[in-house]
């Protein structure tokens, strides 16, 4: 199985609150801090999870651009792209004590990714490309993700894409990105519920996040593996590359070990 992914290498700031944020003062936290972004977790949990894992993206020349493609590197993903250039993105993730999250997103140099910095060879051999919604929302790199499907398809490789917000979509136009899906034409569809009613897409399967509910894959529910829940933050791109990987068995147990730790990799 070889999953390429295309989309973010982010800088991921995790912090959760010890107890309820104090206004103008000190609260403790425990945190952790490495790649993420949303086609670098779904990376890092398909090579954990025993697939030939490649990420595709941009990313910058500084600190953050080095630390965050040394820490994918480390967990088995092949990093391709051009040459690192600008300033890296930053996302930072606020975990309140119940498990729920809240995100503040720098895309840094991320979204710049140009159609003709696309090679061909990034995809030979891949079973699936998976697109994160953040890179069909933005341009250029929303160009780049339309020829990447052309060449990986061309590769013999399924198309899967995840919605990834409900706000982004709206931000974007949902009726503009409805003609950039007519041109994917996705093999498979995540979202959670909102995000699916916000812009419903033909595709050959569609699967719903209901996060403590499980998920619903094209009609049929799948109960949440059992567990505890310090951080929800990545459950759903732990869930889609246990999909792409194994199935829905497989992503109900990945999203279960991502819940039960800080922070959104493996």
């Known amino acids: 199985m070889v999953v390429c992914t295309l989309g973010d290498l982010l800088l991921d700031i995790v912090v959760k609150l010890a107890k309820p944020l104090a206004d103008g003062d000190d609260t403790s936290a425990e945190t952790r801090v490495g790649a993420g972004g949303q086609a670098a977790n779904v990376a890092a949990w398909a090579a954990a999870l025993g697939a030939e894992a490649r990420f595709v993206g941009k990313r910058g020349a500084d600190a953050s651009g080095e630390l965050v493609e040394d820490d994918l590197l480390r967990r088995a993903v092949d990093v391709l792209g051009p040459?690192?250039?600008?300033?890296?993105?930053?996302v930072?993730?606020?975990?309140?004590?119940?498990?729920?999250?809240?995100?503040?997103?720098?895309r840094g140099v991320a979204p710049e990714l140009e159609p003709d910095e696309i090679l061909g060879e990034w995809f030979d051999g891949a079973d699936w490309l998976h697109l994160s919604g953040y890179s069909?929302?933005?341009?250029?790199?929303?160009?780049?993700?339309?020829?990447?499907?052309?060449?990986?398809?061309?590769?013999?490789?399924?198309?899967?894409v995840d919605l990834s917000s409900v706000n982004v979509i709206?931000?974007?136009?949902?009726?503009?990105?409805?003609?950039?899906?007519?041109?994917?034409?996705?093999?498979?569809?995540?979202?959670?519920?909102a995000e699916h009613?916000?812009?419903?897409?033909?595709s050959?399967?569609?699967?719903?996040?209901?996060?403590?509910?499980?998920?619903?894959?094209?009609?049929?529910?799948?109960?949440?593996a059992p567990g505890k829940v310090v951080d929800t933050t990545g459950a759903g791109d732990a869930l889609a590359a246990g999909y792409l990987v194994?199935?829905?068995?497989?992503?109900?147990?990945?999203?279960?070990?991502?819940?039960?730790?800080?922070?959104?990799?493996?």
Request: aromatic share 4%; net charge negative; with cysteine.
């Open 83 to 90: 040459p690192p250039t600008g300033r890296n993105g930053v």
């Open 92 to 106: 930072v993730s606020l975990v309140e004590l119940d498990g729920s999250r809240t995100m503040v997103s720098d």
């Open 136 to 160: 069909l929302m933005r341009e250029p790199i929303g160009l780049a993700a339309e020829r990447a499907v052309e060449v990986a398809r061309s590769a013999g490789a399924k198309i899967s």
């Open 170 to 193: 709206r931000e974007f136009g949902a009726d503009r990105l409805a003609e950039r899906f007519e041109r994917i034409r996705p093999d498979l569809v995540f979202g959670n519920e």
């Open 197 to 202: 009613e916000e812009l419903p897409v033909a």
């Open 204 to 224: 050959g399967t569609k699967i719903v996040k209901r996060g403590p509910l499980g998920a619903t894959v094209d009609g049929e529910d799948y109960a949440p």
């Open 246 to 266: 194994g199935g829905p068995r497989l992503a109900m147990e990945a999203a279960a070990r991502c819940v039960a730790q800080i922070g959104t990799m493996p």
